[in-house]
């Protein structure tokens, strides 16, 4: 596609609700980055895979929080029990190949309000 | 926890003058970019520094990086009110993890 698509744009959940939150990267991407970020805040690192291993999810706050990417391209994340706190705007990112050197490309993120 | 640190964190100028923001880190990197955020929305690449590079341009924008001191600067010339919205600056480090560090960010209002 022609950038990086994030689903839905805003999600409220009830306190203890599941949500799930849909990544479609740049179609060629290997690298695929979650990031949360919130309110006045820069984005903190969630998780990170290459296609679909997951190689680093040392960010994720609580195994609440699932991330796959199961055939490489789109992934989920996906929050259960939401408590307050997870209220932010989480990120999607992908790059080209696994090189450090790569700059990221950014969804336009989903801003999910926990109520 | 955030590695980048930018300083100021806000700043309000005219249009047409330069804005300068700086930023500092802690670990040692491969490189480190610069990215820009408008209210809502996403973030978007502006300009990427490795870490054997001084000083780097692209259009108005020109960021340095001294090592030494562990801290980048990002320069906007001649800026305008598009110009306004949050800057961050992220670093990727030196030892294969391939994640970007953000700092907290400077918020630039440009005054037409």
């Known amino acids: 596609g022609a950038g990086v698509s994030q689903s839905p744009r805003y999600k409220v959940a009830k306190r203890g609700q599941d949500v799930a939150l849909r990544c479609d990267p740049i179609?060629?991407?290997?690298?695929l980055f979650w990031y949360q970020q919130a309110l006045g805040q820069g984005p903190e690192f969630l998780t990170y895979?290459?296609?679909?291993?997951?190689?680093?999810k040392s960010g994720l706050p609580s195994d609440r929080f699932f991330a796959e990417r199961p055939e490489g391209s789109v992934s989920t994340l996906k929050i259960q029990r939401t408590q307050q706190e997870d209220s932010a705007v989480y990120l999607c990112?992908?790059?080209?190949?696994?090189?450090?050197?790569?700059?990221?490309?950014f969804g336009q993120g989903t801003r999910l309000t926990v109520v | 926890s955030q590695q980048g640190e930018e300083d100021p964190q806000a700043l309000s100028i005219q249009e047409g003058e330069n804005a300068t923001m700086n930023c500092s880190y802690k670990?040692?990197?491969?490189?480190l970019q610069w990215y820009r955020q408008n209210s809502g929305r996403g973030l978007v690449h502006l300009i990427l520094?490795?870490?054997?590079?001084r000083e780097k341009h692209s259009g108005r924008l020109r960021v340095t990086l001294d090592t030494s001191k562990k801290s980048s600067s990002l320069l906007i010339t001649a800026s305008r009110a598009a110009d306004t919205a949050s800057y961050f600056c992220?670093?990727?480090?030196?030892?294969?993890?391939?994640?970007?560090?953000f700092g907290k960010g400077n918020q630039v209002v440009v005054i037409p």
């Open positions: 990112a992908s790059s080209t190949l696994q090189g450090a050197g790569k700059k990221a490309f």
């Open positions: 179609s060629g991407h290997v690298s």
């Open positions: 895979f290459q296609n679909e291993a997951q190689l680093d």
């Open positions: 670990t040692s990197i491969n490189n």
């Open positions: 520094i490795r870490s054997n590079e």
């Open positions: 992220a670093t990727v480090n030196l030892y294969g993890n391939n994640r970007l560090a």
